[in-house]
């Protein structure tokens, strides 16, 4: 294969402000050679080279996702898919679940979800006779799609410690044939036995996890994410081990939670830029309060209707602050969780506190969601230098729920990128998946009209241009991860990371761009991913 990757026939958005739109881009041993007309780029070119005409088609730079969970989305991917639109009997159920069992070690757990009895051709709920025929030597956890029915095979309800002598809990049901032996099928609290001790995966899931999220991610066009979390040893050494072997999907920043791990990183002296292009620790983060669907983000003032709810500190604003000044004072990038008013507003707190303290050139320290600010909120994020992580496919699925919750006016500056922009904030796109897809078309889409997805608005005045949207999910992410200097813009001399939409995105229809796609995801110069029919 040829080192040399010739792209042309543009349009290419740079992201380069002395050179917006180009014809054609070289890349070559990995990096960007060259860019510009396509005589231009041709003669850069020394020997062999593979050719993609865009034929009209928008290339931009690699889509980067500033704050997603590449493991969960890779484990939602390997569960087994039991819903009615996929199969229509229990022993198709048995022969997905047998065929899931292949090539994981004994004893992993199984997960399937979704099943619904009523449109199974048996008409009962699958039983632990079903499911051990399928998976005699892996735990199986089977979830009805309204998720307070499960069905377990004798593998889990023996780890679980279910036997016919085991009661029911308070608030739940373990169904018994006629000899009293539990069935298998547990009903509301008695799942919860169940998931108790499903524990946390090991190295060897989370590696495979790594690999099928990534792929999900390079198949919509994205070339590197922040991972919105690690915690654990198992999970830092298998990013390590993806990415020795050479497998990693993307390009992945690790975002480390601090919560317990402060003072061991503290005492070793990580800090956030270790690592290559392909894997490297990024901010610290704690999770300072919840969700607005769940009335937990912690706000000024209370929920609607609840007049004494203003939801929940994860744990005491001192101390979070005190860690955060602390994680601040080791060197590291600092950006947590934050969605509601008085969570953003005590990181605001904090960055400053800690900056007073311990002065530090260009921190970037970040707001993760950062979705209810005001306008004096947002002149403090400015002029604090903070970014904020905006979720940009929020709105499309959430309006409905952050209206009743917060009413309409709290969400006047949510995921504001045209105030952001205006007031010279760099706010970087994410999409938090798999709260909500991969697809960075919705975020795309989402920010250009500002409707969710029954096509109601969500304040259009924030609405901004196509060209404003892909600078969010690649410069300014790159920015988020103080990566500028390699990745984000299209120049000789950066990463040759390069995403190829299935049409000129400027040109289609506002909110018809959710049903375009990525054609084509290059990174370091290779096609990592390519739709089948799409045109090279
Ligand atoms: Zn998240």
Known sequence: MSMTLLIHGGPILT?????????????QNGDVLSVGSERDVRDAIVGDYDDIALHGRLATPGLIDAHAHVVMVGMEQREVDATADTVSS?????????????????????????????????QRHPNRHDLDAAAPDHPVLLMRSCHHIAAVNSRALALAGIDQNTPDPDGGTIDRDEHGEPTGVLRENAVGLVEDVM???????????????????????????????IRRAEQMRAFQSVYQRGELPIRINLMMI????????????????LGDEWLRIGNAKLFTDGSIGGRTARMRQPYRDQPHNYGIWMEPPEVMKEKIIRAHAAGFQVGCHAIGDAAITLLLDSYEEAQRRFPRPDTRHRIEHCSIVDLAMVDRIAQLGVVPIPGTSFLYYTRPAYVENVGVERIRYAYAMKTFH????????STDAPVVPVDP??????MVTRRDRNGDPAWPEEAVSVEEALRAYTVNAAYAAHEERRKGRLKAGMAGDVTIFSADLRDVPADELTNQHADMTIIGGEVVAERAWAAR
Do not use: C
Not at 15 to 27: F, G, K, N, V
Not at 422 to 429: M, N, Q, S
Not at 441 to 446: K, N, V, Y
């Open 422 to 429: 205006e007031k010279g904030i760099v706010a970087a796109a």
């Open 90 to 122: 229990i022993s198709e159920i048995g022969a997905k679940i047998r065929a899931a069992t292949v090539g994981r070690p004994e004893g992993t757990w199984i997960k399937a979800n979704g099943y619904d009895q009523a449109s199974l051709a048996e």
């Open 258 to 273: 601090i919560e317990e791990t402060l003072d061991e990183l503290i005492g070793l002296g990580i800090r956030t830029g």
């Open 15 to 27: 992201m380069d402000e002395r050179q917006p739109i180009a014809e054609a881009i070289a890349l």
């Open 199 to 229: 524990g946390e995966p090991g190295q060897n899931e989370i590696e495979a996890a790594i690999i099928a999220g990534g792929r999900a991610f390079a198949e919509a066009g994205v070339t590197g994410m922040h991972e919105a979390g």
């Open 441 to 446: 078309l919705i975020g795309i889409q989402t």
